[in-house]
């Protein structure tokens, strides 16, 4: 069995960071990471990220099916999972609905690029994934064919969702890219954004696509 496995504290601290600083609200959002012992450590349904403990996670397969727990994994393990059956490199995935995040997804609006250095080095290209269905195979379908090349996502009509080579680092990326949208939405009060130069881009290292 694998009740302790470290990882779950690692997951319990990030779903905690995510409700204190509004990157979701109510039972929104879920958080996974690879598990010791083989499978995928992941929120349960219906609960909210405040209050989740080591006790409530559950450990799937990569077919979505419970292999330890007695909660409901998220329904939206399978979007989780694409991340772990393309990226053998990712260890964790974060997914919310921050609100500056949202808005450019629901808008159908693409971030800007080339915009911060410290992003452009750090997390790339953010992708704007076309809408699937939440809570089941449609959005798993429609995210695929963009995990391979970007490390943080905007989902169009839905939220935001950014992976990494640990669960902590999803988080951080996904805390970030909230902290560029809402930059990029301020600059567009003034002016808008004014990208960097290729000259400047070049200069600046290639973000890891674990």
């Not at 995935?93 to 995040?101: E, L």
């Not at 971030?111 to 089941?136: F, H, K, M, N, Q």
């Amino acid at each position: 069995m694998s009740s302790h496995d470290p990882v779950k504290d690692v997951i319990v601290h990030c779903c905690h960071l995510m409700a204190q600083k509004g990157l979701i609200a109510g039972t929104e959002g879920n958080v996974s990471a690879r598990a010791r012992d083989g499978g995928i450590w992941t929120t349960p349904s219906d609960l909210n990220k405040g209050q989740v403990t080591a006790e409530v996670l559950v450990r799937i397969d990569f077919d979505g099916n419970i292999l330890e727990g007695e909660h409901r994994p998220t329904s939206e393990r399978f979007m989780h999972l694409e991340f772990y059956k393309q990226r053998p490199g990712v260890n964790g995935v974060a997914h919310g609905h921050p609100v500056f995040s949202t808005a450019y997804a629901a808008a159908g609006r693409k971030l800007p690029r080339d915009i911060l250095p410290e992003l452009v080095a750090t997390i790339g290209d953010i992708a704007l994934v076309p809408y699937g269905r939440p809570s089941g195979p449609k959005l798993a379908a429609a995210i695929a064919p963009y995990v391979a090349r970007h490390n943080a996502f905007l989902l169009q009509n839905h939220g935001s969702i950014a992976c990494g080579a640990s669960v902590l680092e999803a988080y951080q990326r996904l805390e970030v890219v909230e902290a560029y949208a809402k930059t990029c939405w301020a600059a567009e009060t003034i002016g808008g954004v004014k990208p960097m130069s290729a000259a400047d881009i070049a200069d600046l290292p290639v973000p890891s696509l674990a």
